[in-house]
């Protein structure tokens, strides 16, 4: 069994930072990828962004791009999302993912095998 675990969300206005982080655990945690989606109120969940566990390469959603930033702590088997210059617009409830089969794509939520419960980010006006 894996479990993802999320933290760092919280309230802020526009315009502030927040970093979030997914800790992976399990008796055979490995995975080929993790990543974030995110959803809001009654909007159906999206993709945010993913990195390559061995490799480091990352994805995002244009949404985010050059705002947020994955990362990863191989070691600690861990994910960090840095959300920079927020937007009311990014308040969602943002889930950790993992994928463990390097097959198919990423950004569809299907392709990702473990969730996190989720944390919420609220960015107010």
């Known amino acids: 069994q894996v479990q993802l675990v999320e933290s760092g969300g919280g309230l802020v206005q526009a315009g502030a930072s927040l970093r979030l982080s997914c800790a992976g655990s399990?008796?055979?945690?490995?995975?080929?990828?993790m990543g974030w989606f995110r959803q809001a109120p009654e909007k159906e969940r999206e993709f945010v962004a993913a990195?390559?566990?061995?490799?480091?390469?990352?994805f995002y959603a244009d949404s985010v791009k050059g705002r947020f930033t994955i990362s990863r702590d191989n070691a600690k088997n861990t994910v960090y999302l840095q959300m920079n210059s927020l937007k009311p617009e990014d308040t969602a409830v943002y889930y950790c993912?993992?994928?463990?089969?390097?097959?198919?794509?990423?950004?569809?939520?299907?392709?990702?095998?473990?969730w996190g419960k989720g944390t919420l980010v609220t960015v107010s006006s």
């Open positions: 990195i390559r566990w061995t490799s480091g390469s990352t």
């Open positions: 399990g008796r055979t945690f490995s995975s080929y990828a």
């Open positions: 993912a993992a994928k463990s089969r390097n097959t198919g794509g990423i950004y569809a939520m299907n392709e990702w095998d473990y």
